[in-house]
């Protein structure tokens, strides 16, 4: 599960997924999705009386495809199948822009289990989730649907409900009040301790949400959440301003807590959220400006992530992991490797737009700019939606780097154009500064 990334990644776009759930080599899908229809999902969730659970992706979503690869395909799930109505949708269609109005998505992916009655969410959760973690959020999503509230499990569903809302500063201070309240043996505590770091994290509640990892971490020592609390708790940590008294110690503890987390992960976690991890302790170096801190782990990182590419089983569960790849070879110099990668990948997936998108940034970093902006058209051949602002973006930069302003202007006039035409809902105004403020940067830079 990740929540910040380092403005690297954000550029670089993330995994490679095929249309639908579709896994093209090894075992399919597990669970029957309704692929971008949340009308026909939640007329069939009325009928058969059954709460409906939604899976809010994105085609350039690393986590995304690491739930398709590894978790969607688990016969483990089968038995599930019945229980819920399952629904994909992918959050950069037109098509689906009212569905992200009605449940906005603060990360990828989103999964949501909804009343299909009231259309509340009866749990929410951000960023990927293992076999166990689903089928554990189902069984409670199921609960909540039937009315069997007793006890400390409505101060859960109170936290839960208040998080589906958005409600997130409320969310935490509901979270708190539950966990005070929930059995230290009950098996869904380590899930609830990371909504309420995600809460906490969302509402800037930053020196809490470091101080809640850390001390929630021992309790959770060798489990999927573990790796969520040490890397969210790092991430908040890093996020706390040079001023507050406590920024260091909290930096150093949650240090420590992911270097340990990722030499004994425990069992059943996903190789995405140890990478994550590494992610987070990566980026806590790159901040205390220790270039050689921060090159010790994009080694160890590398190693990691290229043992994980080598054991994968497809070119979808390799694709998992290009985009961090390609993080870890830039940091450490090895844009040739980069380059050779994501060849592969494009020639495994010649119809999405992500290889060639990475292999854009992989070619500029070489100086190769001709390359890259060959590299960027067949990008843009393919992409739609939000990302097809971020390739202009990328474009752009490329044409500035390359000396070439005239065609970044127009790269970036084409982003203005489309960004000012998505839905708010899609992230719109956001969008919309960035590409601004890099055109008041380039009008300066002519002066």
């Not at 199948?81 to 998505?105: G, H, M």
């Amino acid at each position: 599960m990740r929540l910040r990334l380092a403005s690297l990644m954000v550029m670089l776009g993330v995994a490679v997924v095929p249309p639908a759930h579709a896994v093209s080599a090894g075992p399919r899908p597990a669970l029957p999705f309704i692929e971008d229809d949340y009308g026909r999902a939640l007329a069939e969730a009325k009928a058969r009386q059954v709460p409906l659970f939604v899976d809010a992706w994105a085609p350039w979503c690393h986590s995304c495809q690491s739930m398709r690869a590894y978790v969607f395909t688990d016969q483990a799930l089968a038995k599930l199948a019945r229980r819920l109505v399952w629904l994909s949708i992918d959050t950069e269609k037109d098509q689906n822009a009212a569905f992200v109005a009605r449940f906005p998505i603060e990360a990828w992916p989103t999964l949501f289990f909804i009343d299909p009655h009231s259309e509340s969410v009866l749990q929410r959760r951000l960023g990927s989730a293992t076999v166990a973690q689903l089928k554990g959020m189902a069984t409670e999503a199921e609960r909540t649907f039937s009315g069997r509230i007793d006890g400390w499990r409505g101060a859960v569903d109170r936290a839960e409900f208040l998080f589906g809302q958005t409600k997130n500063a409320e969310a935490a201070d509901a979270y708190a009040k539950a966990l005070r309240e929930v059995p230290a043996n009950w098996d869904g505590r380590g899930r609830a301790v990371e909504s309420y770091l995600m809460a906490l994290s969302s509402s800037d509640q930053a020196r809490r949400c470091a101080e809640v990892a850390a001390a929630e971490y021992p309790s959770m020592r060798s489990t999927p959440p573990a790796l969520t609390a040490a890397s969210a708790g790092l991430d908040c940590a890093v996020s706390l301003p040079p001023t507050d008294s406590e920024r260091v110690r909290l930096i150093r503890t949650m240090e420590s807590l992911s270097r340990e987390v990722i030499a004994h992960p425990g069992e059943a976690v996903a190789a995405d959220d140890v990478s994550g991890v590494f992610l987070s302790l990566y980026s806590a170096r790159e901040d205390a400006k220790d270039a050689a801190g921060a090159r010790a782990v994009a080694e160890e990182w590398g190693r990691f992530l290229d043992g994980q590419a080598t054991a994968a089983k497809s070119p979808e569960a390799r694709a998992v992991f290009d985009s961090h790849r390609l993080t870890v070879d830039l940091a450490l110099g090895r844009i040739d490797q980069a380059i050779a990668m994501l060849q592969a990948s494009e020639r495994d997936f010649p119809n999405d737009y992500n290889p060639p998108a990475r292999l854009a940034v992989a070619y500029a970093a070489a100086k190769r700019y001709d390359e890259a902006v060959a590299a960027s058209d067949r990008a843009l051949a393919e992409v739609y939606g939000p990302r097809r602002v971020t390739v202009l973006r990328q474009r752009a930069q490329i044409l500035i780097d390359k000396g070439d302003r005239v065609a970044a202007r127009s790269a970036l006039d084409q982003a203005l154009e489309l960004a000012r035409a998505l839905p708010d809902a899609q992230h719109a105004s956001r969008m919309i500064q960035v590409i601004q403020k890099k055109q008041a940067e380039i009008r300066q830079s002519a002066e």
